[in-house]
């Protein structure tokens, strides 16, 4: 059955939910467009309109999870970092399934590419912002390296736990490495 009168929203979503579905039965290197389109509903050439390649999908569906973490953090009004990153880890702990999925495929790193185009570059470069860009990029990295070490876990942890951890580890007075700070940073 072809799907008709749908947004481009939605048909890219047909497509990353008829993936994610594939997925569960059989390796991602596996996967063809043809059982991605035809699990989707939508042709061929729809895909192509649409995407350049599955890895495009993955991306799709990682800039939909955090679309997700920002209607959240609206939602409950996060102003501080905890409350920040106790979302985050739950909204991520909601797709646990498709994202343990996506990371034994080897497509975190896409998830990089999706948190850095989003939180971590400037969209228009600026001079004056330069060490503000590197702020936010390295904060990025260290959101997506956690992030990635509880998926080598299998998320076992708690999201509470994870944005405890997250919490903890953050420093809360600047680090050189004139006040010993470096090493724990580390």
Sequence with gaps: MRR??????????????????????????????????AKAGVDRSTYYRHFTSKEDI????????????????????????DSYMCIRFKVLYRHKA??????????THLLLD????????????DPYRTEQEFRRAYRTGG???????WLD?????????????????????PISPWNGGMDDAL
């Excluded at 498709?98 to 497509?107: P, V």
């Excluded at 509470?160 to 809360?172: G, I, L, T």
């Design 4 to 37: 008709k009168d749908t947004t481009l929203n939605m048909t890219k979503s047909y497509m990353s939910q008829a993936l994610m579905l594939l997925l569960e039965r059989q390796p991602y290197d596996q996967i063809t467009i043809g059982e991605i389109t």
């Design 114 to 125: 999706v948190m850095m185009d989003r939180y971590g570059r400037e969209a228009t470069p």
């Design 98 to 107: 498709d994202l343990l999925r996506l990371h034994q495929a080897n497509l």
């Design 58 to 81: 993955v991306r799709f569906y990682y800039n939909n999870v955090m679309d997700e973490c920002t209607r959240a953090f609206r939602k409950y009004h996060c102003t501080t970092f």
């Design 153 to 173: 876990h299998g998320m076992q942890e708690t999201p509470e736990c994870m944005a405890a951890m997250a919490s903890a580890y953050r420093p809360v007075e």
């Design 143 to 149: 959101t997506y390296s956690t992030i990635r070490l």
